[in-house]
Nanobody, 124 residues
Framework: VQLQASGGGLVQAGDSLRLSCAAS????????IGWFRQRPGEEREFVAA???????LYADSVKGRFTISRDNGKNTVYLQMNGLKTEDTAVYYC???????????????????WGQGTQVTVSS
């Protein structure tokens, strides 16, 4: 499967953004999709994930502010980001895998497929 992330941009603290991860090339509904982010000089960090059965998992740092959802008809997973903070500034990546289990959703090394990143910059 090929993944393409989009929707990043420059916003002010408190604003909202919606990221999209569009998939092609395979049966999208079978895939679990995760969002990760990476700041310069830091390791990749888990943000949120949604399994093929729509079970979701969030990092504590975004719980209550971010919402992950999927539209299998459009082969797309969305990350709605509300109440953005300056610390949310990062490059955001989406990743996919068919076989990943719930307990491994937050582990970036468990995903086989990755999209290119999209930059999110939150100014104060």
């Amino acid at each position: 499967v090929q993944l393409q992330a989009s929707g990043g941009g420059l916003v002010q603290a408190g604003d909202s953004l919606r990221l999209s991860c569009a998939a092609s090339g395979d049966t999208f509904s079978r895939y679990s999709i995760g969002w990760f982010r990476q700041r310069p000089g830091e390791e990749r960090e888990f943000v949120a994930a949604i399994r093929w059965n729509r079970n979701t998992l969030y990092a504590d740092s975004v719980k209550g502010r971010f919402t992950i959802s999927r539209d299998n008809g459009k082969n797309t997973v969305y990350l709605q980001m509300n109440g953005l903070k300056t610390e949310d500034t990062a490059v955001y990546y989406c990743a996919g895998d068919q076989r990943i289990i719930m307990s491994s959703l937050s582990l970036w090394g468990q995903y086989d497929y990755w999209g290119q990143g999209t930059q999110v910059t939150v100014s104060s």
